[in-house]
């Protein structure tokens, strides 16, 4: 189905259209959201309620960019949204209080070679965390969902200048923060 008969379609509340959305992009959300939030089942609620708001906005859809741009910025929107309450949540009832290192499920194959690679991830991982909202953010669209810089442009609502910019700050505070582990 071209974007254009999907819109239109998705507009009038055609139910083919909504499953030809969720078909052609429903792996797209899921991954980001899988690689923004870190877990499973939250990933997979922060899917569900990204097409949840397609499906209650699609007439405010201005056609400004691709659809798939538009998804892009409301997947983002929606993983920053449920990161903030999950905080508010977490300080709220004071679960950080009582919050222990998790430990690592290791495998009687190689367990050394499990856990030097859990922590490397693990390493990575925080490296990435500690990067501004905006770095992390066009970090993952480019390296991990293979966005060019334009494509990343639109979904951000910036210039490729600013996309740009915030990937070269992001590649150096990343080296900044890893290599003086390499040269242990």
């Known amino acids: 189905m071209q974007e254009q008969e999907l ?4 507009q009038r509340g055609d139910e083919q259209a909504f499953k030809s959305l969720y078909a052609q992009y429903g792996d797209m959300v899921y991954r980001l959201c899988r690689r923004l939030l870190e877990d499973e089942k939250e990933a997979e609620d922060a899917a569900q309620d ?3 708001k397609v499906y209650l906005s699609i007439n405010k859809f201005r ?3 691709k659809l798939s741009s538009w998804l892009y910025r409301m997947t983002i ?8 309450q999950k ?3 977490r300080f709220l ?3 950080w209080l009582s919050e222990r290192p998790e430990t690592a499920s ?5 367990p050394a070679a499990l856990v030097e690679s859990k922590e490397q991830h693990e390493i990575l991982r925080a490296a990435i965390d500690a990067l501004s909202e905006t770095q992390r953010i066009a970090l993952i669209l480019y390296r991990f969902e293979g966005l060019s810089y334009q494509e990343i442009a639109q979904v ?3 210039s490729v200048a600013a996309v740009e910019s915030r990937l070269f700050q992001a590649k150096k505070n990343l080296c900044k923060k890893l290599l003086p582990l390499l040269k242990r």
């Open 77 to 84: 929107n929606q993983c920053l949204n449920h990161q903030r």
């Open 7 to 10: 819109i239109k379609g998705l």
């Open 87 to 89: 905080r508010r949540a």
């Open 106 to 110: 290791l495998s009687p194959a190689d």
């Open 50 to 52: 990204v097409f949840c």
């Open 93 to 95: 009832t004071l679960e």
């Open 156 to 158: 951000l609502g910036c």
């Open 63 to 65: 056609q400004e960019a």
